[in-house]
């Protein structure tokens, strides 16, 4: 396990954008991911990166407003969002694990991951 710490949430008005930052992951961290989660709502994946691919996978609800990175050199990952919904509102948390070869399937399960940073909160108002 590793220690994660997430920064970048605040309020921001419908339409706006954040970038959510989180370190540090190693160089034996395989897979990241950003999740969420809403008052009264189940924590939702919205974005994955592999870490030594760059491969991203998008939930249906962010696709095409939201994009994960990586820099290696900083150990920092990245979730840019742009387009931003009141929907969208939430803490989000950050994600890794040095588990190799996960399938695509489990990316959204909170259980295939061993570390998590505590939260940054995002809120946005209409």
């Known amino acids: 396990q590793v220690q994660l710490v997430e920064s970048g949430g605040t309020s921001v008005q419908t339409g706006g954008s954040l970038r959510l930052s989180c370190t540090a992951y190693?160089?034996?961290?395989?897979?990241m991911a950003w999740f969420r989660q809403a008052p009264g709502k189940e924590r939702e994946g919205v974005a994955a990166?592999?870490?030594?691919?760059?491969?991203?996978r998008y939930a249906d609800s962010v696709k095409g407003r939201f994009t994960i990175s990586q820099d290696n050199a900083q150990n920092t990952l990245y979730l840019q969002m742009n387009s931003l919904k009141p929907e969208d509102t939430a803490m989000y948390y950050c994600?890794?694990?040095?588990?190799?070869?996960?399938?695509?399937?489990?990316?959204?399960?909170?259980?295939?991951?061993?570390?998590w940073g505590q939260g940054t909160q995002v809120t946005v108002s209409s």
């Open positions: 990166i592999y870490r030594q691919t760059g491969a991203k």
């Open positions: 994600a890794a694990t040095d588990r190799r070869y996960v399938s695509v399937s489990s990316i959204w399960y909170g259980t295939t991951y061993n570390s």
């Open positions: 190693t160089p034996s961290t395989y897979l």
